[in-house]
């Protein structure tokens, strides 16, 4: 069991790197483009569309991999205000639906991936289904989290569950 921790921490760690390296690219490409564009007076159309693609990767990649749950922000003032039961019924119906909603989309979207082999973007001649291709693990990620949220508010379990009534509990105190 120790190994497999190990594993995963290792795994989450190179994600990390990942998602930095993709954040590093993004800012270097942006600085290119802007010293270009408006030093120069020579506009590249690789780093828009460099730049478009990293974010969308960043994104994804992060809330598939790198995100925990803890680190989501949620305006959550009227989930804390209810009783203990209302929270739990809500995780299970907010998580249902969810990730109903994204089990129900896999096939077109995994339909929609594969239709999209067939174009390159428009500078760099990535193939659509390269960079549509990160979406997929995203939407497993989101049905993975709302799976684990119904299973907290089926069993009272979790951080939702354990918070004190208490004004230390707020950030702004």
Known sequence: MNRLKSTFDWLARRAENFLALILG?????????IVFRYLLNLPLGWTVEFVSIAWLWGILFGYAFVVREADVIRLDIIYAALPRWARRALDVITGTI???????????VWDYVQFMAIEKTAY????????????????????????????RGITGSGPAFDTPQSAGTHDYD
């Open 25 to 33: 690219a993004l800012f270097v490409s942006f600085l290119i483009q």
């Open 98 to 108: 969810c990730a109903g909603i994204f089990i129900w989309s896999i096939p077109p």
């Open 124 to 151: 760099m001649k990535i193939p659509f289904d390269w960079v549509f291709a990160i979406y997929m693990p995203f939407m497993i990620s989101v049905i993975i989290r709302c799976g684990i949220s119904i299973w």
